[in-house]
């Protein structure tokens, strides 16, 4: 299996997995920040929407309100699991202009300048080459569209990311991972330099520094299920996933939120 296709394997096996976890109402800034993103685009009615590892909404949901029944958003992602959650809640919302499917984002083959807006968030740095990716992306909109790319900026989830890890490194140190994709695009100057090798300039970068409450430590073991933890805490027999479990929350004793920074890229074409 070539780099490509393990990357694709390992983020749609991690978020099936946590899909019963990953709409849970501690995990609300999934749909908050793809909320925001889709915010700052000015959608218009009528316009169609191309929505890249949409997971269970976040983005495409509020994307089809604002173009109306006339206007179309096409929704994708890996993890079938995410896509039949949001299937479901466009289908309670009445959204029928909305279509889910499971795909590869490098893989839709539209023709060039078929769509109004491309949106991805969260999920451009899943592709080991970020910049192709991209550059697909730009490809399929038509001139005078926009590209929103939403990634995270620095100290993800701390301390309960570095909490996690240190428990994991206790029971499994071969799982411990020596960085995360997201670090090469989070900061401006990093999200900046990877549109730039897609040939993308001019790009508006707004870092947004933020926090999400925690209840109790256990608020922080229901988003590490529902996220691209899990993949990590799939491959622990039951035992040793709850010392983890265990060792992890008490790390955390006391904590009241953890680090949400984001950073939302628009570009006009």
């Known amino acids: 299996m070539g780099e490509m296709e393990e990357a694709k394997a390992k983020a749609a096996a991690a978020y099936n997995a946590a899909a019963d976890y990953f709409d849970h109402p501690v995990s609300s800034f999934w749909h908050r920040f793809g909320r925001r993103t889709v915010e700052r685009l000015d959608l218009r009615e009528g316009e169609t929407v191309l929505d890249v590892c949409c997971g269970s909404g976040g983005s495409a949901l509020p994307a089809a309100e604002f173009v109306g029944p006339k206007g179309k958003v096409v929704a994708v992602d890996l993890a079938e699991r995410l896509v039949a959650l949001g299937a479901a809640k466009a289908r309670e919302k009445g959204l029928g202009n909305i279509e889910f499917s499971t795909g590869d984002m490098l893989a839709l083959d539209y023709p060039d300048a078929s769509f109004d807006v491309a949106v991805c968030v969260f999920g451009i740095f899943f592709v080991p080459d970020m910049a192709a990716a991209t550059k697909e992306l730009w490809r399929m909109l038509r001139p005078g569209g926009r590209l929103a790319i939403t990634?995270?900026?620095?100290?993800?989830?701390?301390?309960?990311?570095?909490?996690?890890?240190?428990?994991?490194?206790?029971?499994?140190?071969?799982?411990?991972?020596?960085?995360?994709?997201?670090?090469?695009?989070?900061?401006?100057?990093?999200?900046?330099?990877?549109l730039g090798e897609a040939g993308i300039e001019k790009t508006?970068?707004?870092?947004?520094?933020?926090?999400?409450?925690?209840?109790?430590?256990?608020?922080?073991?229901?988003?590490?299920?529902?996220?691209?933890?899990?993949?990590?805490?799939?491959?622990?027999?039951?035992?040793?996933?709850?010392?983890?479990?265990?060792?992890?929350?008490?790390?955390?004793?006391?904590?009241?939120?953890?680090?949400?920074?984001?950073?939302?890229?628009?570009?006009?074409?």
């Open 151 to 194: 990634t995270w900026g620095p100290d993800l989830f701390e301390p309960a990311n570095s909490a996690f890890w240190e428990a994991i490194r206790t029971e499994r140190p071969d799982l411990m991972k020596g960085f995360n994709p997201w670090e090469r695009i989070s900061t401006p100057a990093g999200l900046r330099e990877m």
């Open 204 to 269: 508006e970068v707004v870092a947004e520094a933020g926090s999400h409450p925690l209840n109790s430590p256990l608020d922080w073991w229901l988003i590490a299920m529902g996220s691209g933890y899990r993949g990590t805490l799939a491959q622990l027999d039951a035992a040793t996933l709850a010392r983890v479990r265990k060792r992890n929350l008490a790390l955390l004793d006391g904590c009241e939120k953890i680090t949400t920074n984001v950073l939302y890229s628009v570009t006009v074409k």
